[in-house]
């Protein structure tokens, strides 16, 4: 158990309204992960996190943005959402300095009407 | 491009009775090849990660192995209870980014 939790763990939503998920460690790691999973595709990656503020995109960023000003917490939003973002959402942290296996919580499942 | 393709989608196997797992990789430069499973509703679980051609690793009944192309899972007499996605994973020498392929389903029938 890596110590992360996800919040919420289901969100049904609508068309263009906002959306914030919340990822949560509990051990300080610095390189956390968000991932969204769909038949067919597998984990892609949204964005990751390396520290504080610091931030990048992965393979599938678009209309999604991050946001790390603690290092135990790791947001991702979905500004306007749409019915194409209906996923189930991972977040993973990496304990050893981004080069080694990740460690994944229990997931979001997100579906947007 | 840096791809994962995992073999088969599906497979059913009666208790007992071995098999393998398959992942095919194409990666610029492999830092490293990973094994999770995935039971239904959770987040994948971490099961092992290669690093080079001629590496294993075990646990319990089942052994990884990696070759230059291709790694795979093989699983030695399975009970009901190894029943999940497996999923592979690479991680290319140019980034920190991890490539997942889209799974093995495996149902284990008493």
């Known amino acids: 158990d890596a110590g992360i939790t996800q919040s919420p763990r289901h969100k049904v939503t609508e068309t263009g309204t906002p959306v914030t998920l919340r990822c949560h460690q509990t051990e300080n790691h610095r390189y956390m992960y968000w991932y969204r999973q769909d038949p067919g595709h597998g984990l892609r990656l949204i964005h990751y996190s390396y520290g504080v503020k610091d931030t990048d995109k992965g393979e599938v960023s678009d209309g999604y943005s991050v946001s790390r000003s603690k290092t135990e917490d790791f947001l991702l939003t979905l500004e306007s959402a749409t019915s194409s973002q209906t996923s189930v959402y991972f977040c993973a942290i990496s304990v050893a300095g981004g080069y080694n296996e990740q460690f994944f919580g229990p997931g979001t499942r997100l579906t947007v009407l | ?110």
């Not at chain 2, 009666?14 to 987040?43: A, H, I, M």
């Not at chain 2, 690479?90 to 029938?109: C, E, P, R, W």
């Open chain 2, 1 to 110: 491009e840096d791809q994962v393709t995992q073999s088969p989608e599906a497979l059913r196997l009666q208790e007992g009775e071995s098999s393998s797992l398959n992942c095919s990789y194409t990666v610029s430069g492999l830092r490293g090849l990973f094994w999770y499973r995935q039971d239904p509703g959770k987040g994948p679980e971490f099961l092992f990660t290669l690093y080079s051609a001629g590496e294993e690793k075990e646990k319990e009944r089942l052994k990884a192995t990696l070759t230059k192309k291709e790694s795979f899972l093989h699983i030695t007499a399975p009970k009901p209870e190894d029943s999940a996605t497996y999923l592979c994973a690479v991680q290319a020498n140019t980034g920190n980014q991890f490539y997942f392929g889209t799974g093995t389903s495996l149902t284990v029938i008493p």
